[in-house]
């Protein structure tokens, strides 16, 4: 199984070819330097679902920075570039996470670590995404 960090980039990796694939050639560079703000972790997230990015509000259309507020970035700076990456590498990962067995690898350490009752709820949630030889595996430990 990868490693949830090697996910986390190729979920980034995706996401960022998923972008790519939308936007004009005239913020092609812009998206450019958002990837990197990602990769950097500067991507501060708020509870109001704004981000924080070097100090400006961002979110999925506006953001305070003078590229954005005077028009230059024609409606995609770099930190709103950040935050669209953000979220849809964040949905990549899921994604990932789930083809990867990664929440059935959960579900199964739940079980075999024999945790409450309330867990287990989640757990058998988790065990949905699982197939195959897990749930071999599962049956196995709950016969
Ligand atoms: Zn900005």
Redo the contacts with the bound molecule.
């Keep these: 199984m990868k490693t949830q960090a090697t996910l986390k980039e190729e979920a980034i990796d995706r996401a960022y070819a998923q972008a790519l694939s939308k936007i004009d050639e005239q913020h092609r560079s812009r998206l450019e330097r958002g990837l990197a703000i990602l990769r950097n972790n500067e991507v501060v997230m708020r509870n109001n679902g704004a981000a924080d ?1 070097h100090g ?1 509000a ?1 979110t999925g259309k506006t ?3 003078p ?2 507020t005077y028009g230059k ?1 024609a409606g995609l ?4 570039a950040a935050f669209g990456l953000f979220h849809r590498s964040r949905q990549q990962l899921q994604h990932l996470q789930r083809r990867e067995g990664y929440f059935c690898e959960m579900a199964l350490r739940q079980l075999a670590d024999n945790r409450t009752r309330y867990q287990f709820g989640q757990t058998y949630d988790a065990l949905d995404h699982c197939t195959g030889e897990a749930v071999s595996y599962y049956a196995a430990l709950t016969n």
């Excluded at 700076?77 to 709103?80: A, V």
């Design positions: 990015i400006y961002v953001c305070t920075c590229d954005f970035a700076c770099k930190h709103i």
